[in-house]
């Protein structure tokens, strides 16, 4: 089976605000990725299911400019993502099973630590409504390292839609939380797919990933083996996943 | 997008904070050297070697590991719930976020220093007074040279397994000219020697500084990817 380019969801039919042409990636021996593509419009949500070491981070890595490719392109809103170009940061928020927090600090200073870092003009006030849209702010004075792991993705939430990025990456966000938690985050999410942000969420738990999503690839070995609309209920899903990946 | 110096300060403002926080990394150096100055107060026969000769080297072997206590806190806080990222994710450039832990670093170390220094006259019965402008300006150059370099190395370490082994082993060639010179001074200092003896050591200093400055504000840029 060949990874097929994303096709445009004729629903929605935006211009694209993220095109991924030929990701190729290695560490030394290891092919973490082999020629990824796809294309999603504004609003759209990409979800890619893969077990462990299919490179699903190093794909979310490269898209947000931590990790450097050595094949293909990223093209973000028309721009083309380059190493070192800090312009296309303000445009991406990342999400993943690390808060990027800092413990000692409270939420209130991580929130007006990264608001500095962006260069963001009301700092407080910023902080503030993002406290607020997670539900925190009557913890916001207390340190970080006093919440629950709930908690503390609620903030890293927070912590990454700031400086109201378009495409928000997600790696593995629902990892370690128990349901009380899950559920608040599906609600976050879902309300980032009404205010129409791109999505790429990657993850091993398909009921969440296709709750989410509007646009699926399965990922194995560093190929997307299946990618396009969102077809099917989670049956469908589920077999097609283990059928993908069957021996990987 | 925020200017390299507002990113820089902010970072080191985040670091200070932190670090006046839990104060541990500043308790343990402050510990290490009142241990390190009574040791070698009590381990010295002072009839043998005059206390001008052997001081200085003292309290340079005792500023430079005690701030390497220090230096190896500046990227280990980041390795705490991956903070690194969030840093690289944002629009601050690679320069501010060096510039930034230097900064931090520099006013560490120079509060270990501080607090150092009386310990040092204390123990070794010597008078600073006389000489405390120039000494703390000979401090000031080594302590940038100093931090400047463990700075880039701390970066560098951080990712390695026994980061806090690897430091003092990628630092300490690099300091060989920095400590050397640094000492020079000193000794001349208490030896109430005239200034044309260390002119050289000084311009060896202030060349280090400038060069080390340039060249880890360049490397520092690469030292992070991947």
């Not at chain 1, 490179?55 to 890595?61: H, I, W």
């Not at chain 2, 601050?92 to 170390?109: E, H, M, P, Q």
Request: glycine content about 8%.
């Amino acid at each position: 089976m060949t990874a097929n380019p994303v096709e445009a969801n004729p629903n929605t039919a935006p211009a694209p605000a993220l095109v991924v042409r030929g990701l190729t990636r290695s560490f030394g021996r290891v092919r973490a990725l082999r020629g990824v593509d796809f294309t999603l419009a504004s609003g759209e949500a990409l979800a890619v299911f893969g077990p462990n070491g299919a490179g699903k981070t190093t794909l979310l890595r490269i898209l947000a400019g931590l990790l450097g490719a050595e094949k293909g392109e990223v093209i973000v809103a028309g721009e083309m993502l380059a190493r070192g170009d800090v312009r296309h940061r303000r445009r991406i928020g990342m999400i993943s099973h690390h808060s990027l927090l800092y413990d000692g600090l409270s939420a209130r200073e991580n929130l007006e630590f990264y608001a500095r870092l962006y260069g963001l003009a009301d700092r407080r006030g910023t902080a503030q409504r993002a406290l607020v849209s997670v539900g925190l702010e009557e913890r916001a004075g207390s340190p970080v390292v006093t919440y629950s792991r709930g908690m503390v993705q609620r903030l890293a939430i927070a912590r990454a839609l700031l400086h109201d990025p378009e495409i928000v990456l997600l790696d593995e966000p629902f990892t370690g939380l128990d349901q009380q938690a899950a559920a608040t985050l599906r609600s976050l999410l879902g309300r980032l797919r009404e205010e129409r942000r791109t999505l790429v969420l990657v993850t091993h738990n398909l009921d969440e990933g296709l709750e989410l999503a509007t646009h699926v690839a399965i990922q194995v070995a560093g190929r997307f083996v299946e990618c396009g609309l969102r077809s099917g209920d989670t049956a469908s899903y589920r077999a097609r996943y283990a059928q993908a990946t069957a021996g990987a | 997008m925020p200017s390299t110096f507002a990113a820089a300060w902010a970072i080191a403002a985040k670091d200070l904070l932190l670090e006046f926080r839990s104060r541990t990394a500043f308790l343990s150096s402050l510990v290490f050297t009142a241990l390190v100055l009574a040791i070698f107060n009590f381990a010295r026969d002072p009839t043998a070697v005059s206390t001008t000769d052997i001081a200085p080297g003292i309290l340079w072997v005792t500023f430079t590991f005690a701030g390497l206590l220090g230096l190896n806190r500046a990227f280990a806080l980041e390795r705490e719930n991956h903070a690194l990222d969030g840093l690289l994710l944002s629009p601050a450039s690679r320069t501010a976020l060096y510039l930034g832990k230097v900064v931090a670093n520099l006013v560490f170390v120079a509060a270990i220093e501080a607090v150092a220094l009386p310990l040092f006259a204390l123990f070794f019965n010597m008078p600073l007074l006389p000489v405390l402008v120039p000494l703390a300006g000979v401090i000031a150059l080594a302590t940038v040279g100093f931090v400047v370099v463990g700075t880039l190395m701390s970066a560098i370490a951080v990712n390695t397994r026994f980061a806090e082994l690897m430091l003092p082993v990628l630092m300490l060639p690099f300091l060989m000219p920095p400590i050397t010179g640094a000492v020079q001074v000193t000794s001349r200092l208490f030896g109430g020697r005239p200034f044309s003896e260390v002119s050289a050591w000084l311009k060896l200093l202030v060349a280090y500084d400038i060069v080390f400055i340039v060249l880890c504000v360049l490397i520092f840029e690469h030292i992070l990817d991947e």
